[in-house]
């Protein structure tokens, strides 16, 4: 799996402002950087398995005490080799990857945040 990196520009629950928050998703790890401020999380594989994708809409219907972000990326699936679109899920407790195409998934949970 190569390393994703993605941005998402919404308000930062650090600083405050409207800014790129930088997403890079590696395999065993994910980090999220606030672009003005610094404050980063990190969150650390917890599971990987084939996953209905329920997993991610029940993040949809679940009560957050920040809002979840849902994107999308396309690329190519670690597991099925297809280039597919990759649903994920950040929430403050966990990060979500799952490819549309097959299913694989990875569960990433919140370890520390770093200001
Ligand atoms: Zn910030
Ligand atoms: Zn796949």
Redesign the pocket.
């Known amino acids: 799996m190569e390393n994703w990196k993605l941005t998402y520009k919404v308000k930062c629950f650090n600083c405050g402002k409207e800014v790129d928050q930088i997403i890079e998703i590696f395999p065993n790890q994910a980090f999220i950087t606030c672009s003005n401020c610094g404050a980063k999380r990190y969150y650390i594989i917890r599971r990987v398995g084939i996953e209905d994708e329920k997993i991610i809409n029940e993040e949809r219907e679940k009560e957050h005490k920040y809002e979840p972000w849902f994107l999308e990326k396309k690329a190519v699936?670690f597991?099925?080799k297809?280039e597919?679109i990759q649903d994920i899920v950040v929430t403050e407790s966990k990060l979500i990857v799952r490819?549309r195409?097959?299913g694989?998934t990875r569960v990433y949970l919140f370890h520390i945040l770093e200001l």
Request: hydrophobic share 20%; proline share 0%.
């Open positions: 699936c597991n099925c297809n597919a490819c195409h097959c694989f």
